[in-house]
């Protein structure tokens, strides 16, 4: 079952995607089977994996959303040997959505259980908000 790491700080710009795009690229290099999941709308850790934004049909909104399976959300990154769930602007809307929802809190955990055992680490590179 793989570990699941969260990248988190309150505060912006000290380092969390820098840490989350070099710790998954590091551990995929050392042979490890790595997902990155990108939870920020500013996208940045996409960004750094060379994905095209604007191509993408899913991201991580969908899985918060309920609006698509997770492993039709996952794209590939063969430069370094990583998956990621990309994140794009939409991300910043969710918040509305999930007012009313009964198990908020829960939506993302429970999307990583259904893969979690075909990755040995799973790294989420959080937004600057707790
Ligand atoms: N160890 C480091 N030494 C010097 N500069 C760094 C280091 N780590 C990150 N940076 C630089 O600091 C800036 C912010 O880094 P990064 O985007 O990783 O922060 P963040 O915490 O993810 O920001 P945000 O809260 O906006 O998501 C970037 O320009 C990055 O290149
Ligand atoms: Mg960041």
Known sequence: MG??????????GVGKTTTSVNLASS????????LLVDVDHQANATTYMG??????IYTVADIFNETADIRD???R???VNVDIIPARYE??????NLISHDNKDFILSNALEDIRDEYDFILIDCPPSL
């Not at 994905?51 to 993408?56: D, H, S, V």
């Not at 991300?91 to 509305?96: D, H, S, V």
């Open 3 to 12: 570990k699941i790491l969260s990248i988190s700080n309150q505060k912006g």
């Open 27 to 34: 551990l995929s290099y050392l042979g490890k089977k790595v």
């Open 51 to 56: 994905i095209n934004r604007a191509n993408l």
């Open 73 to 75: 959300i996952i794209k």
């Open 77 to 79: 990154v063969e430069s």
């Open 91 to 96: 991300l910043g809307n969710i918040e509305n």
